[in-house]
């Protein structure tokens, strides 16, 4: 009897040279459960998500055992309305794609688990997907005309770096943050100004229409590197913050919402057209969660215009994770013949940027 690994290698590589391909995406790094059906790399079919925001939102942030339970709960069913939508069986899908890593390694364990037990049970390759790779794919399904090679700002929840993607499935990591990424000081600046989870969406929020009056940092941040810190900009936030606080003084969380989106943004700006401008990139992509963020996109949309740079930035609900993502990466895996994994596939709470 034919093992599942060879009948799954024999397979993987009939699909390098297959017209269309059904990808099954399936995400589960963090706190949203997601499953989709991508065609080809580049077309949704579906692309279900369920949230746990409003079962976090009590516990000001993501505990990781609810978020791994709540997964267990919901992913059968996000399988289901998946196929519904998508009008396919599984029968029809022609790879099963996991995100094994970065992420939470209880929420990732149940989507690999899941992902392992369809690949098994329906005789079809399994392709473990980096987080990362999902991110920079979401721009493939916003941008049909998008190809490498591109340099990428990569601003996902816990990863701030500039990728020069020069294939599918190679990239070149040209800075990284030191400390925090961003997306963790905008939840840590929330958490000590008492808002709620998910923290960088109401930092946003409360900075639309404000103009920014606070200084938190006087000096360029990692000047001549294309590196980012933002450990310094939080800690200042902080420190007024509680300096407030003990001299009873009023505290205008706008302005100061405001005031460090503005800082933080500017790193990533500057830092971006620096790389953009060394590297000879025509094309810059966004990818991540925080590439949600408004300022950060009006921001970029002006200084990309001003160095002739053309932006691209994934639609709104593509910013944050999701399984089409996932399918999409994967599809370019096995066009490229990356990514195959056996049934000892595990989760990875850090992956290689």
Do not use: W
Not at 174 to 179: C, H, K, Q, R, W
Not at 283 to 289: K, P, R
């Amino acid at each position: 009897m034919e093992k599942y690994i060879d009948i799954a290698k024999r397979k993987f590589e009939e699909l390098k040279d297959k017209k269309d391909v059904l990808v099954l995406g399936i995400e589960s790094s963090c706190d949203e459960t997601s499953i989709s059906v991508v065609k080809n790399g580049r077309e949704i079919l579906s692309n279900i998500v369920a949230s746990q925001i409003e079962i976090h939102k009590r516990f000001g942030g993501v505990v990781p055992e609810v978020a791994s339970r709540n997964h267990i709960l919901a992913i059968s069913n996000v399988l289901e309305d998946a196929l519904e939508v998508a009008k396919v069986t599984l029968n029809d899908v022609d790879a099963i794609a996991v995100t094994y890593g970065a992420g939470l390694v209880g929420a990732l364990l149940v989507g690999v688990s899941f992902a392992k037990s369809l690949a098994f049970s329906l005789k079809k390759p399994l392709v473990a997907v980096s987080h990362i790779d999902g991110h920079i794919a979401a721009n493939y399904l916003s941008h049909q005309d998008l190809k490498p090679p591109f340099l990428c700002l990569m601003v996902s929840g816990g990863h701030t770096a500039l990728l020069d993607v020069e294939d599918y499935t190679k990239r070149t990591l040209l800075g990284s943050t030191i400390d925090d990424a961003v997306g963790e000081a905008f939840d840590k600046v929330a958490r000590v100004l008492g808002l709620t989870y998910p923290g960088g969406v109401q930092v946003d929020n409360l900075s639309k229409g404000v103009l920014p009056t606070l200084t938190f940092l006087k000096h360029e941040v990692l000047p001549n590197t294309l590196n980012f810190s933002f450990s310094g900009l939080k800690t200042a936030v902080i420190n007024y913050v509680n300096n407030q606080k003990q001299k009873n003084l009023e505290i205008d969380i706008k302005d100061v919402c405001a005031s460090f989106q503005k800082t933080a943004v500017s790193q990533l700006v500057s830092k971006s057209t620096s790389a953009a401008k060394q590297t000879h990139a025509k094309n810059l992509v966004v990818a991540g969660g925080v590439g949600a963020n408004s300022c950060l996109k009006e921001t970029l949309e002006v200084a990309c215009q001003q160095n002739n740079i053309k932006l691209f930035q994934p639609t709104l609900s593509l910013c944050t994770d999701n399984a089409a993502m996932i399918a999409s990466a994967g599809y370019y895996y096995i066009k490229n013949g990356k990514g195959l994994a056996d049934l000892s596939l595990t989760a990875c709470p850090v992956v290689k940027l």
